[in-house]
């Protein structure tokens, strides 16, 4: 089993749709949580840091829950240049980043 | 941009080669981890290096190997390359206060494309 697991997609939607992409860990030890971008082509952009309260930046929203594992992003009023793969990453304290394999978000005009 | 960079770009190399991928770390930061990133899939973690001595290792095999500078920048080496090496590496920089244990951002850089034929 993949420490962290995700739907690869590819999720094509129009502009302006909410989209939501989902995200399980295995590792309960894990201690920081992000959400990553990565353009085709380029190197991974932090996109936020996910926190147990929720946080939010602009159309960009972040959940956590421990309990369950469980990481989300919600996308909302989606725009054509958030095409892009999304990689939900956690840390255990080792400093090493653990990365999914990413869900990939196809933006229609 | 993050002032992460790497070279080269792009590299093409054949089976049982060795190659040296460079590695310069953000102004101020003392950490660099390096990753291994195959064709859709997520970056995997290959090591870190801190203080100029290796600070923790992924599930690579020796033949994976690495060097930190005194001014911070690193080189990841890799002998008796395979086909299953291709891939996009990716190094990133942190900085890492001594005895903290609290995870640091770490910055990519743009990363070297290898391609072994």
């Known amino acids: 089993r993949k420490e962290v697991e995700q739907d690869p997609g590819p999720f094509n939607v129009p502009e302006g749709a909410t989209v939501a992409f989902n995200c399980t860990y295995s590792n309960s030890a894990s201690q920081s949580f992000f959400w990553y971008r990565q353009d085709c082509r380029k190197e991974p952009k932090l996109l936020m840091s996910?926190?147990?309260s929720g946080n939010e930046d602009g159309r960009f929203t972040a959940q956590l829950n421990r309990a369950s594992q469980y990481i989300s992003l919600l996308i909302r009023d989606s725009k054509l240049s958030d095409s892009a793969t999304y990689l939900c990453?956690?840390?255990?304290?080792?400093?090493?980043?653990?990365f999914g394999s990413g869900t990939r978000l196809q933006v229609q005009p | 941009e993050t002032g992460v960079t790497q070279s080269p770009t792009h590299l093409i190399k054949t089976r049982g080669q060795q190659v040296t991928l460079r590695c310069s770390s953000q102004?101020?930061?003392?950490?660099v981890s390096w990753y291994q990133q195959a064709l859709g899939q997520g970056p995997q973690f290959i090591f870190q290096y801190y203080r100029e001595e290796e600070n923790g290792r992924g599930n690579f095999p020796p033949r994976f190997s690495g060097l930190q500078f005194p001014n911070y920048s690193s080189e990841l080496n890799v002998n008796a390359l395979e086909l299953d090496d291709s891939a996009l590496y990716l190094c990133?920089?942190?900085?890492?206060?001594?005895?903290?244990?609290?995870?640091?951002?770490?910055?990519f850089g743009p990363g070297t494309r290898l391609t072994v034929l």
């Open positions: 990133a920089s942190s900085l890492v206060a001594s005895g903290r244990r609290a995870y640091n951002e770490q910055f």
């Open positions: 996910v926190y147990s």
């Open positions: 990453v956690v840390n255990t304290g080792r400093r090493a980043l653990t």
């Open positions: 102004s101020g930061h003392n950490t």
